[in-house]
């Protein structure tokens, strides 16, 4: 099984970036963390960070037929993206939406998200954790769904 992982804008700063609401730990943590729990789940994984929208789009449009599901945490572009959105149901890959803070409790312009509604599943505020659920989420509900193709 193969998942591709996504991050949007500003998550290469992790660590550096508001350590108060997204910790002290840096993006290659990040990636660690995620590699080392595919390792144990026995799935492969993909990650990739980008602070273009269109590089999302592309990457998503890309992953037809590759991947058999995306852990995306689009960052400041799940509350203003249509185009990511849009690619999300164009591929009908399985699709978990991840935010390592709980944007439920901040800012008004943070309570929107347009991709949530062709996402199988959201997770918001447990931090890099949030990751690793995603994916156990993905792989159960592959299996729930007779495996892999
Ligand atoms: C974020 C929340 C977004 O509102 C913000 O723009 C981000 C990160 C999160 O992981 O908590 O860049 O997606």
Known sequence: MKLLILNGPNLNLLGQREPGIYGAQSYA????????????????AEVRQTNHEGVLVDWIQQAYGVFDGIVINPAAYTHTSVAILDAVK??????????ISDVSKREDFRQVSYIRQACVKTI??????????????????????????
């Open 124 to 149: 918001a505020g447990h931090g890099f954790q949030g990751y690793v659920e995603g994916m156990e989420y993905l792989i159960q509900l592959t299996m729930d769904n007779g495996g892999v193709r």
């Open 29 to 44: 943590d990040l990636v660690a963390l995620i590699q080392e729990n595919a390792r144990r789940l026995g799935v492969e």
């Open 90 to 99: 164009a591929v009908s890959i399985p699709t978990v939406e991840v935010h």
